[in-house]
């Protein structure tokens, strides 16, 4: 499949913001990709189209969520692959004001974190296996070593990730909130977490604003991601097509009008642009994980 180039004019009759799971392929294509789509949609069904139509959703409606809804989404998240079994995370769901109203302070102050009804806190959680191992006075040496890490951070992702995609199957909306990684020590403590316990992102999920309604995000060209075979490292210059369609989507969204390649640049540029996440060889290794 590609996405061919659009005029101005063709872009813009794509309203991201008027896009929904209920749209035809063609169109939730052409807002994913930002520019209109050619070719076959192939093989679609609804799953396929909740995914397309994905927005990060920042605001939402003072309504609480329906009884068993969280049980709901946590059974939707330990439905994902896991490593080997291992079950390597965890997660901690907040809904108390005071608490979310701290969790928000932590993350760079965002407002969506106190306005959600629910956030989810989900966690690389390697102590579960820690207290099985002393338990029944088994060694554990596999859990010092980074790679352990890795497979904890990768199962949280996929994880909550589950738990997005079912949310927004019901109606409801979400943001990942990865500033909850700006002073992990801060949060681990707040939410009372044990050694060897990390908090990798949050998520709010509650039910979309529909007055304060984000667009749907274009995304890179599959000319850019997608090899086949062996990776081939495209033109420099092929960036620029995604540029131009991250333009219209920000004078849509009445966002700023750096382009995604300078706002990346930027983002990646030095130490600081990563507020205080330089230091997370440092954190993690108070927080109990051996990184070996």
């Not at 099985?132 to 010092?144: F, I, K, M, N, P």
């Not at 990684?181 to 050694?195: F, I, K, Q, T, W």
Request: contains cysteine; hydrophobic residues 45%.
């Amino acid at each position: 499949m590609s996405a061919e180039a659009a005029s101005t004019t063709g872009n813009s009759s794509i309203l991201r913001s008027d896009v929904d799971a209920g749209d035809t392929p063609e169109r939730l294509l052409a807002a994913r990709y930002g520019r209109a789509w050619s070719d076959p949609a192939g093989l679609w069904n609804e799953t396929i189209a909740t995914l397309l139509s994905h927005r990060s959703v920042r605001a939402y409606l003072p309504k609480a969520l329906p009884d068993g809804t969280l049980e709901t989404l946590i059974a939707a998240a330990q439905s994902a692959s896991t490593s080997s079994n291992l079950q390597t995370w965890s997660v901690v769901a907040v809904t108390d004001p005071a608490r979310k109203d701290r969790l928000a302070t932590l993350a760079a102050d965002q407002d969506a974190v106190r306005e959600a009804p629910l956030l989810l806190v989900w966690l690389a959680d390697l102590s579960r296996l820690q207290r099985l191992g002393d338990a029944r006075d088994r060694a554990v040496e596999g859990l010092a070593y980074l790679e352990l890490l890795f497979v904890a951070i990768i199962d949280a992702a996929l994880a909550a990730q589950n738990a997005l995609v079912a949310a927004e199957s019901l109606g409801l909306g979400g943001v990942y909130i990865g500033a909850m990684r700006n002073r992990p020590a801060e949060v681990a403590a707040e939410l009372g977490l044990p050694p060897q316990v990390f908090a990798v992102f949050g998520m709010c999920v509650g039910y979309p604003d529909p007055q304060r309604q984000s667009g749907v995000k274009p995304r890179l060209g599959q000319n850019l991601v997608l090899h086949r075979e062996r990776y081939v490292v495209p033109a420099r210059d092929e960036v620029a097509d995604y540029d131009e369609a991250m333009e219209v989507f920000q004078r849509e969204q009445a966002m700023g009008p750096a382009s995604w390649s300078e706002r990346v640049l930027q983002r990646v540029g030095n130490a600081k642009a990563l507020s205080g996440r330089d230091q997370m060889r440092a954190i993690l290794a108070a927080l109990g994980f051996g990184l070996r």
